[in-house]
């Protein structure tokens, strides 16, 4: 499979509209303070006994969901009374874990960690490699590189520390090792500036804003080796310039074919190109027509998506049911998609056509969980209920997208 990034600006800001084989399949907008990971010195705001939390604000107001259960053992106290046991008026140190959605606040834990190209810092104490390193081999020369930089700079590092090497490092040659532990240091460094800072910090304060970075993102996308050949297309002059000094282009750097494109066309831009705006009307719309001539129809709820498949039409004959299972397919392609473009998540209830021959709706299953699979965040097909309802869960990072966001400004009426 192929893979296509279109990187250009909207009302958001940037975002990077991916496309499989030619078809939109995600989006993913990028800002300058990311929706989680920002580190801050938060208030016991209030505890919640019978919830086993505590609700702690931050700079502006914001509260913020922290479990003493998930956390405990754990918490980082910047300023407090009891050294054991959390308590209304401590200071704490949270990292944003999980941003608010809906009527839901955002949440923070104290697995406090930073970010670096090849490599994470945490306080775990211990060392994790990403599990797309499936070879043994490389697996432990990772393991054999965490001693080295533990002895290399032991001054960074502390009885908790630990590091997690991420996917990229599959991307670096053996020759090239030591851009790996040079990053691992610059993020413990980090890491520890953080920790040391918020001991001298005012309330409610954040300590590290985490922007999103688009190169750093496609960058990710290549050494994850998800497709046979990545191109990217921008009409960003500095994101070409920084994907082309970072090798991006370079057929010969890695397994995944990759090719990099400035667009420059002054008569059509890039949304024009790529017929974006028109894609996501369609996209976002509460009724989605299908290929066969059916549709669906998407209600997103506070507790629920609920996602209804049509016929669109009166069908009759003996291909009826042959024309109700197409119809069923087409809709779980669709769906896939929708909810990777709208980043849809949570519970997902489908109530497809209803199918009289005994396996046509395996058949239609099968189909949905294929699709689903291709999913870079987790999304299960959980079961059929009594009523023939299919009911899927999709992992729920960031918000759910608007278009008004995702468009051109220029498109603004």
């Not at 473009?341 to 489908?350: F, L, Y």
Request: some cysteine.
């Amino acid at each position: 499979m192929d893979g296509r990034v279109v990187l250009t600006r909207a009302n958001c800001g940037t975002v990077a509209f991916i496309y499989e084989d030619e078809v939109l399949t995600e989006v993913h907008p990028f800002s300058d303070e990311a929706e989680t990971g920002s580190i801050y010195v938060a208030v016991v705001d209030n505890i919640v006994e019978n919830l086993k939390a505590a609700f702690l604000r931050i700079e502006g107001g914001e509260i913020l969901y922290y479990s003493l259960e998930e956390n405990e053992g754990k918490h980082i106290f910047v300023k407090h009374g009891n050294k054991s046991e959390v308590k209304k008026g401590d200071w704490l140190l949270v990292q944003k874990s999980k941003a608010a959605t809906g009527n839901k606040r955002a949440q923070a834990t104290s697995d406090v960690s930073m970010r670096g190209r090849y490599a994470i810092a945490n306080q775990t104490g211990r060392l994790g490699i990403s599990k797309r390193i499936t070879s043994n081999e490389e697996r432990e020369k990772l393991g054999r590189l965490y001693e080295k930089i533990k002895d290399d700079y032991s001054e960074e590092f502390y009885e908790n520390t630990g590091l997690i090497f991420r996917s990229a490092v599959a991307s670096v040659s053996t020759e090239d090792a030591d851009i790996i532990e040079q990053d691992a240091a610059e993020t413990l460094q980090k890491l520890n500036d953080v920790i040391s800072a918020a001991m001298t910090s005012t309330a409610g304060c954040c300590i590290y804003k985490r922007a999103e970075d688009p190169t750093e993102f496609i960058s990710d996308m290549r050494s994850k080796k998800l497709y046979d050949k990545l191109t990217v297309i921008t009409d960003v002059t500095s994101y070409y310039d920084s994907l082309s000094d970072d090798g991006f282009g370079n057929k010969s750097s890695d397994s995944t074919k990759t090719e990099l494109i400035l667009h420059q066309d002054k008569l059509q831009s890039l949304r024009a190109l790529y017929n974006i705006d028109r894609n996501l009307q369609i996209m976002f719309g509460r009724k989605i027509y299908l290929p066969s001539g059916g549709y669906l129809v998407v209600d997103l709820t506070e507790a629920l998506t609920v996602i209804d498949v049509n016929t669109g039409k009166d069908i009759k004959g003996s291909n009826f049911e042959e024309h109700i299972v197409k119809t069923n397919k087409e809709a779980a392609e669709m769906i896939s998609r929708v909810l990777r473009v709208r980043n849809i998540s949570g519970i997902i209830i489908v109530d497809f056509i209803n199918m009289r021959e005994e396996g046509s709706e395996e058949k239609v299953i099968q189909c949905l969980k294929e699709h689903i699979s291709r999913d870079h965040k987790k999304c299960f097909f959980v079961d059929m209920t009594s009523l023939g309802l299919a009911e899927l869960t999709r992992q729920r990072t960031g918000s759910i997208f608007t278009i008004e966001n995702l468009l051109n400004k220029t498109n603004n009426k």
